[in-house]
């Protein structure tokens, strides 16, 4: 079942998220504002404006209390996810012209960092506190960094790139120690670590989802429908059974991991390309961004 969209957003979404707590939905956009709704009323704070450029990535901390954004101004914010205050401002991130975006930020599980991947083809953590680079840059890409995620246990981290490729970091030295994944045809656009730690999913311009198994990096299984355009986000369910997926051709599809099946029909409403996607903490509910320029919540059966 579709919500309607949620009410205070002006321009294309570029990135949404649950609070782990299941209490908020934070997003970024076009407009350089970070957004917090309540997840049940849908009520609307901030704007929390300080970026000068567009907002790329959005993500809280593993307590809710904080919300960590990533801009095409090079620089990443770390918001109080209550009050809007600024807590720490790191960067800018300077790798050249055209390359000084933070494009994905994620705090690790203990919350004592944050890993920034940059449009200078380089990955970066920070420490949360004081918006200092602790360890990196880490050199591995020769593309435009999408997306990157900590493991579950804060070990690893995951990084996709324009240049097709996923690798696999020791978050505590900078070096690669899986990968690089190879395989996709077209960049890869969104990963996302299982939460079970055993695996991770990519989505790609190529049209297809992969599954990999980390320690291997072989591919476990491949997702694609005969209609699905170019996937532009994916992430797993909590209980790591399911993967919803936001693609270009505007819908929103939930897959079976073990079967590579859609377990449902494509979820429709938006009206352009799915930007960014999520499941609540207990897995009944998605969040949707998209160039529409609406976030919708979605009730989904994953059982």
Not at 75 to 91: F, K, L, Y
Not at 140 to 160: N, R
Not at 256 to 269: A, H, I, M, N
Request: aromatic fraction near 8%.
């Amino acid at each position: 079942m579709i919500s309607k969209p949620l009410e205070g957003q002006i321009d294309k979404v570029t990135s949404v998220a649950f609070s782990p707590n299941g209490k908020y939905i934070v997003s970024g956009s076009w407009d350089w504002i970070v957004r917090v709704w309540d997840a049940e009323t849908y009520q609307v704070s901030g704007p929390f404006t300080r970026h000068t450029d567009m907002v790329r990535s959005v993500a809280f901390s593993p307590d809710s209390k904080y919300i960590v954004s990533g801009s095409n101004d090079g620089r990443m914010i770390v918001w109080g996810a209550e009050t809007g205050q600024v807590e720490v401002i790191s960067g800018p991130f300077k790798g050249g012209r055209g390359k000084n975006v933070v494009s994905s930020v994620a705090f690790s599980p203990s919350g004592k960092h944050i890993v920034a991947g940059c449009g200078d083809s380089k990955i970066r953590i920070c420490d949360a506190q004081t918006g200092e680079v602790v360890s990196g840059p880490f050199i591995g890409h020769d593309h435009f960094i999408t997306s990157v995620a900590f493991s579950p246990d804060g070990k690893l981290i995951v990084s996709g790139s324009y240049d097709r490729m996923i690798q696999v970091w020791d978050a505590e030295v900078g070096k690669v120690i899986s990968g690089p994944f190879t395989g996709h045809t077209g960049s890869v656009n969104s990963v996302a670590f299982s939460p079970d730690g055993e695996r991770v999913a990519s989505g790609s311009a190529d049209k297809t989802i992969h599954v990999w198994d980390v320690k291997t990096g072989k591919v476990i299984s491949r997702l694609s429908k005969g209609d699905m355009e170019a996937v532009c986000s994916v992430a797993f369910s909590p209980d790591s059974k399911r993967i919803v997926s936001g693609s270009t051709d505007q819908t929103i599809r939930v897959w079976d991991v073990e079967t590579g099946q859609v377990v449902s029909q494509p979820l429709r409403g938006h009206t352009s390309l799915i930007s960014s996607v999520a499941f609540s903490p207990d897995g009944k509910h998605i969040v949707t961004g998209s160039h529409d320029k609406t976030i919708r919540v979605w009730d989904v059966d994953i059982s």
